[in-house]
C-alpha cells in the first residue's frame, strides 16, 4: 500500500527482455534504496513492483507482460524519470490517499493551461472509469495522489503546484504522452457493493 506522496525522482537504467513477454527493469533511486530489501515493494509511476535486487542506488524488478500491456511502463527507456515511492509503514503519516499500485487504466495528457502559481493539466479517462472518479475526489497519475479539479465523461483535470511540477514527472509530460491512472479503491468497493444490493443480494 502507498500514499501516492512521490519521495524520488529516479530514472530508468535499462530493460531486459528476460523472454515469455516480459522483463527485467533496473532503476537508478538512492533514496528509495537505501533501506530496500529483496521483496520489498516499491511504486515506479504508480505501478508496485517487487524489488529482485539492489546494488549501487539501483533496484531491478521482474515486469510481467500483463504490466507491460495494461501500464505505461512498457514504453519506459534507459533515461527517463520515473516518480518512487517506497510502501508505507504504519506508523507513518497518510499524505495523499490509499493508493494499491494497481493501474487501473492508462490515460494520456489532454492539455496544459499554465497559471501564475499552478498548472491546470486535463487528462483523457480510458472508458470505464469516469464513474469512479468525482470532483474534489481523489485520483493517482503516475504514482501521484491529486485531486480532481473537474471531471467529464472521458475526462478530468487537476491543478498541479510548483513542488509537483518540479519534483515529478508531471512538471515534463506533454500533450499526448500516456499516464498511468489508479482511480480510489474505495469507490470501487462502493459499486460493488450498491450492486449487490439491487440485485436482491443483501449480504
Known sequence: MFTGIVEELGEIVRTTDTGGDSALVAVRGPLVTSDARHGDSIAVNGVCLTVVDVEGGVFTADVMGETLR???LGALRPGDPVN???AAALNSRLGGHLVQGHVDGVGEVLSR????QWETVRFRLPAGLSRYVVEKGSITVDGISLTVAEVGDDWFSVGLIPTTLKLTTLGARGVGDPVNL???VLAK?????LGDRAAGGDR
Do not use: G, M, S, W
Open 189 to 193: 468497493y462502493v459499486e460493488r457493493l
Open 113 to 116: 493551461e499554465p497559471a501564475a
Open 182 to 184: 489508479e482511480v480510489d
Open 84 to 86: 518512487l515511492e517506497r
Open 70 to 72: 495494461r501500464t505505461a
